[in-house]
Nanobody
Framework: QVQLVESGGGLVQAGGSLRLSCAAS????????MGWYRQAPGKQRELVAT???????NYVDSVKGRFTISRDNAKKTVYLQMNSLKSEDTAVYYC???????????WGQGTQVTVSS
């Protein structure tokens, strides 16, 4: 059974930083592409960042230069370092694990990030 447990969300002032973590179990972590999505109130869920099995990172344009995704295969954990936070970053952030060739996709329960201006 796949479990993805996020942590690290909270309330922060604009310009501040947060680090999200997602601990995975029930998967062969090293062969999964890992990522973070977010969903703001009244908006569709959007992809924020992914990190592949080869360590290649991809970001949505709105977070480039501010967010960094990383993975620790030994700890089965993916991180999202968020700097220079803006009010528009306020959302529930979800961890996602995608199996090779997109055969499956599993989601965490989400963690709330609130940025006050």
């Amino acid at each position: 059974q796949v479990q993805l447990v996020e942590s690290g969300g909270g309330l922060v002032q604009a310009g501040g930083s947060l680090r999200l973590s997602c601990a995975a179990s029930g998967i062969i972590f090293s062969i999964f592409t890992m990522g973070w999505y977010r969903q703001a109130p009244g908006k569709q869920r959007e992809l924020v960042a992914t990190v592949g099995t080869d360590g290649v990172e991809n970001y949505v344009d709105s977070v480039k230069g501010r967010f960094t995704i990383s993975r620790d295969n030994a700890k089965k954990t993916v991180y999202l370092q968020m700097n220079s936070l803006k009010s528009e970053d306020t959302a529930v952030y979800y961890c996602v694990a995608e199996a090779p060739r997109g055969l499956s996709r599993d989601w965490g329960q989400g963690t709330q990030v609130t940025v006050s201006s």
